[in-house]
């Protein structure tokens, strides 16, 4: 299994908080990505990097907003949270911009 | 445009019966790539299979088989003899030469009643 590790695993917050997820990687793989999981969307793009940084949005991005200042690191921060913000958020990364591989998600509430 | 249609919700067999996930993607793209991944009730989301463009052969490994066929933009998974472990909900997903982006279909959840 590819190295990603992802932290907080689980967190609580209020609206308006700001939030920020770390997804660490072991890989020195190039591309990261991160999701959210929501029901009946399956997995939506926010950000994605392709290298130090190097970022671009995805589909869902207004709201977000990452960081990837070294290779292993990448951070997602939502600068004010909302409770439409309330998700699973899962990292991956890639070697080639071919076949991802995921963190184990971290589950966000905002209430 | 890239898009990604998984048309089965949900699925119920029960165990040692055949089950096909129906995946059909869009796109403009003639250089592709097509994935399917796992995610069991844990939550994790397993890579199962990559399968390019230009490579329309069908692929099997062990219970699991993969069937690509451009002329209907389906690339269609199939389980032979399903298992209780077999559990889970599939994404099929799409990734274009043109971009670094994935697009994930919404997914089937596919229980194996024993």
């Known amino acids: 299994d590819a190295g990603i590790t992802q932290s907080p695993r689980h967190k609580v917050t209020e609206t308006g908080t700001p939030v920020t997820l770390r997804c660490h990687q072991t890989?020195?793989?190039?591309?990261m990505y991160w999701y959210r999981q929501d029901p009946g969307h399956g997995l939506r793009l926010i950000h994605y990097?392709?290298?130090?940084?190097?970022?671009d949005k995805g589909e869902v991005s207004d709201g977000y907003s990452v960081s990837r200042s070294k290779t292993e690191d990448f951070l997602l921060t939502l600068e004010s949270a909302t409770s439409s913000q309330t998700s699973v958020y899962f990292c991956?990364?890639?070697?080639?911009?071919?076949?991802?591989?995921f963190g184990p998600g971290t589950r966000l509430t905002v209430t | 445009a890239q898009k990604v249609t998984q048309a089965q919700t949900e699925i119920s067999v029960v165990e040692k019966e055949d089950v096909t996930l129906d995946c059909v993607y869009e796109t403009r793209d003639t250089t592709y790539y097509l994935f399917w991944y796992k995610q069991p009730p844990s939550g994790e989301l397993v890579f199962l299979i990559r399968?390019?463009?230009?490579?329309?052969q069908n692929e099997i490994s062990g219970r699991y088989s993969w069937n690509f066929q451009k002329s209907t933009s389906s690339f269609n998974f199939t389980i032979t003899a399903s298992q209780v472990v077999d559990s889970a909900v599939y994404f099929c997903?799409?990734?274009?030469?043109?971009?670094?982006?994935?697009?994930f279909g919404t997914g089937t959840s596919l229980t194996v009643i024993p």
């Open positions: 399968r390019n463009s230009f490579d329309e």
């Open positions: 990097s392709y290298g130090v940084k190097d970022t």
């Open positions: 997903a799409l990734s274009a030469k043109s971009g670094n982006q994935f697009y």
């Open positions: 890989e020195n793989h190039r591309y």
């Open positions: 991956a990364i890639s070697e080639l911009a071919l076949e991802q591989y």
